[in-house]
């Protein structure tokens, strides 16, 4: 398997990691119990994580030839919380 595509999987599996840390944890330590400075540090981190998502999908959507409804399916994924780890499976090659 290329590189590229290696690293995009890992960037998928910790952006999604990262969204289910933020929901799961983070947010209520911030909501219930006041303790906000995990909101800040995953927060940050999930930020970017996305970032680097969206450019790796597009970055797939060229080098996989993908279609622009795959590529916006797999964008809109970013957005779910195990949306990343079913475009990994779905729409990346094993």
Not at 1 to 21: G, Q, R, T
Not at 24 to 46: C, N, S
């Amino acid at each position: 398997m290329d590189n590229s595509i290696k690293a995009f999987k890992l960037i998928s599996i910790l952006e999604a990691i990262s969204f289910l840390v933020l929901l799961l944890i983070a947010m209520p330590l911030k909501y219930i119990w006041e303790m906000p400075e995990m909101v800040r540090i995953v927060g940050m981190a999930h930020g970017i994580l996305f970032v680097l998502y969206v450019m790796g999908a597009y970055w797939m959507y060229e080098k996989l030839n993908w279609s622009f409804k795959t590529l916006m399916i797999v964008v809109l994924c970013s957005i779910l919380p195990f949306g990343p780890f079913y475009a990994d499976k779905k729409y990346l090659p094993a």
